[in-house]
């Protein structure tokens, strides 16, 4: 191994590609190897017959300079849209606008469960729940029983697919951040304003006009112009390791040919899960456990087009609705006019599923049935005959899932790996199995890099202080994982 040889990174994602680019800046050698055809990861853009898809929903929105700077410099300021955020959570029936608004709050709910809804909150107050390190317990102290069943509990289900009592109120704590009904009270009847300290406040993003795949595919351009080195299909099937160190990286191409390529360093972007197989000699069998252990929420999206006529302007609703089990239906056409042909909207209604299950396993053709349905059902598009095209897309390992050893689990296979094969970098979501967004993946990149040319920082500081969303700084960017029950299941 020589210094000479190239930083290989293992994954195009946002992570992956920052780092390459980061280095490329710097007049480094890089290799990046993603094997899939496209880049981007989860924030690809899926394009088929001249849809633009995005898997998610991917908000540009930062309170890190360096990635609020970086985005910019990537893609010029006429390649964003500032986008406002518009959403509805759908519950019994009725749409209600989200962020809370006094008016249609008070007319969906009505005046006697309105009533009902802050008595129930004052009990709450004056009785609260004895057990709150639940996230059930936690939420209902600070919302009441009423509005918790209506906002909160159903969707919070669809997403993880675990009963809510369950999970640990640290995870409501961060995903609510800041949230509560006297807040939401508060926003609801004072003037409009810039409601940023909130995060289920934010009221507008910035957005790329074809998606956030555009972003990685000229990320990869640049690096690609830098004279790095970015292969599709191109799968890392070893890591070859010496004296504490990586050496090489076995990849297998798209032709079934395997090759190994000496490397400097390794980072991985690579699911956990996965990655501790692929190390030879092999790692240690307590390792490759906590390996094996790690488990992940998967995501399939339902696109189905319509006429512009018949369009919603949010950019998402979420469902609540227990009767669907669609968790939330996006508007690509309200993402960006870009993504979608004149007179035609899409809307993309999402699954959360485990791999394997009956919705992931299901045809394309029962999808697209179901999709239809639940858009009747739903009331949005009663005629199902108004529908004019229907695609599906899956994305495997799509969040990690947060049990009550993935801590553990995690800092075994990492603190082993710094002992044992120190130049072997682990960051963005999947790599670290850290509930990171796409500014955080992206910062986690740029510490790595810094790291590998001679810095000290503490990537795994990146994004847990629990103040981020009301503090900016190079110190940290975000919020902790929600822990979730055990699954019985191994991926």
């Known amino acids: 191994m020589s210094e000479q040889d190239p930083v290989v990174i293992i994954g195009a994602g946002p992570a992956g590609l920052t ?23 989860i924030s690809r853009t899926v394009e088929i017959d001249g849809w633009r898809f995005d898997i998610g929903g991917h908000r540009f929105f930062t309170k890190v300079p360096e990635i609020e700077a970086l985005w910019h410099e990537i893609l010029s300021d006429d390649d964003f849209l500032l986008r406002p955020r518009m959403s509805r959570i759908f519950y019994e029936g009725k749409y209600y ?12 709910l009505g ?19 004895k057990d709150q390190t639940n996230y059930e317990g936690w939420l209902v102290a600070r919302f009441g029983w009423r509005l918790y069943r209506r906002f909160f509990k159903t969707y919070t289900e669809k997403v993880w697919g675990v009963p809510v009592n369950q999970m640990p109120a640290d995870w409501a704590a961060q995903r609510v951040k800041g949230l509560s009904l006297g807040n939401a009270i508060f926003n609801a009847l004072m003037p409009k304003r810039k409601q940023t300290a909130i995060t289920s406040l934010i009221e507008e993003f910035q957005y790329p006009k074809f ?12 690096v690609r112009e830098r004279g790095g080195r970015v292969e599709l299909k191109h799968r890392v099937i070893g890591i070859s390791t010496e ?14 040919v395997i090759t190994s390529q000496p490397a400097s360093h390794v980072i991985s972007t690579m699911p956990m899960a996965q990655l501790v197989d692929v190390f030879d000699p092999a790692l240690p069998d307590n390792v490759i456990k906590a390996g094996h252990d790690l488990h992940y929420r998967d995501f399939l999206t339902v696109a189905l087009v319509i006429p512009e006529t018949m369009s919603f302007p949010d950019n998402w609703i979420y469902i609540h ?13 309200s993402w960006s006019p870009y993504m979608v042909k004149e007179g035609r909207t899409c809307l993309g209604l999402e699954y959360f599923v485990f791999e394997g299950d009956e919705l992931w396993t299901a045809s394309d053709e029962e999808l697209i049935a179901r999709g239809k349905r639940e858009l009747a059902y739903l009331g949005l598009i009663p005629n199902s005959a ?14 990690p899932y947060y049990d009550s050893t993935y801590r553990e689990n995690v800092a075994t296979i990492s603190d082993y790996l710094t002992a044992n094969a120190a130049n072997v970098h682990l960051i963005g979501r999947n790599g670290m199995h850290k509930y990171n967004n796409q500014d955080h993946s992206m910062f986690t990149a740029l510490l790595t890099v810094d790291n590998i040319y001679g810095a000290n920082h503490d990537i795994w500081s990146v994004n847990v202080e629990e103040e981020y969303h009301e503090q900016s700084g190079r110190e940290g960017t975000g919020r902790d994982a929600p822990i979730l029950p055990k699954r019985a299941t191994t991926n």
């Open 19 to 41: 780092a390459a680019y980061d280095i490329v800046k710097r007049g480094g050698n890089v290799t990046v190897y993603e094997a899939d055809s496209v880049v981007g990861g």
């Open 211 to 222: 998606g956030p795949g555009m972003m990685w595919e000229r990320c990869t351009e640049l």
């Open 111 to 129: 005046p006697i469960e309105a009533v009902r809804c802050v008595l129930s909150y004052v009990n709450a107050k004056i009785h609260p729940p």
């Open 243 to 256: 004296g504490g160190r990586a050496v090489a990286v076995k990849v297998m191409g798209p032709d079934g």
């Open 321 to 333: 609705a227990s009767e669907v089990k669609v968790g939330r239906i996006q508007n690509f056409g």
């Open 97 to 108: 606008d989200y962020p809370l608004k006094a008016s249609n709050a008070l007319k969906n």
């Open 386 to 399: 108004d529908i004019e095209a229907g695609y599906v897309f899956r994305m495997p390992k799509a969040y």
